[in-house]
């Protein structure tokens, strides 16, 4: 099965992406697809959306400007929220989606990065990013984009991140 990678462009898309979700039990407050379809309209980010067989299986974001402080100010555009529905993973969706906002941004960026959460939901995603190419990018684990100093206590859930970049100019 071929997996085809659309832009979204319209409100229409943008349903189909939220009722997706809808079904995947995966939360978004409601203003969120409307909001990520006009940064896409204003060129402030591009959201691929994943499809096999007409049926949306993941979708993923590159932000021109990052909310995590180093590649806001290092101008590194960052893949966020990557999502593969839960039974289509383990088939190419992911690396598909990568593969693409790589291109992407290889046109004017010298480096892309990707943040990744700590527990172990999220090692298959680790891995995936290792096997591209991705390193960490030096400046350890972050909560909600801030530097976790050590000492203190954090929650281990989405917002605990170590963040990764990728030199686009390197073959392979």
Same mark, same amino acid.
């Given at each position: $099965? ?7 462009? #319209?409100? +229409? ?8 979700? $809808?079904? +995947?039990? @995966? ?37 021109? *400007? #990052?909310? !995590? *402080?180093?590649?806001?100010? #290092? ?15 383990? /088939? ?9 906002? +790589?291109?992407?941004? #290889? ?8 943040? &990744?959460?700590?527990?172990?939901? !999220? ?10 190419? !991705? @390193? ?6 972050? !909560?909600?984009?801030? +530097?976790?100093?050590?000492?203190? $206590? &954090? ?14 100019? /390197? *073959?392979?």
């Amino acid at each position: $099965m071929e997996i085809t990678l659309r832009r979204l462009d #319209s409100e +229409e898309l943008a349903d189909t992406w939220s009722d997706a979700f $809808m079904k +995947e039990n @995966i939360e978004r407050p409601e203003p969120y697809f409307a909001y990520c379809l006009n940064e896409n309209r204003m060129g402030h980010r591009v959201t691929l959306l994943a499809f096999k067989d007409d049926q949306l299986v993941g979708c993923a974001h590159l932000k021109f *400007e #990052s909310g !995590y *402080e180093y590649f806001k100010n #290092s101008n590194i555009p960052e893949i966020n929220d990557l999502n593969v529905f839960p039974r289509h993973r383990r /088939q190419g969706v992911a690396n598909r989606l990568l593969e693409e906002f +790589e291109q992407i941004a #290889s046109m004017d960026y010298k480096t892309i990065g990707i943040g &990744v959460g700590l527990y172990k939901d !999220y090692g298959p995603a680790q891995r995936i990013y290792c096997r591209r190419g !991705y @390193i960490p990018d030096g400046n350890g684990v972050m !909560y909600n984009n801030k +530097e976790v100093v050590p000492g203190t $206590m &954090v929650r281990a859930d989405d917002d605990l991140n170590l963040y990764f970049v990728k030199d686009l100019r /390197q *073959e392979g």
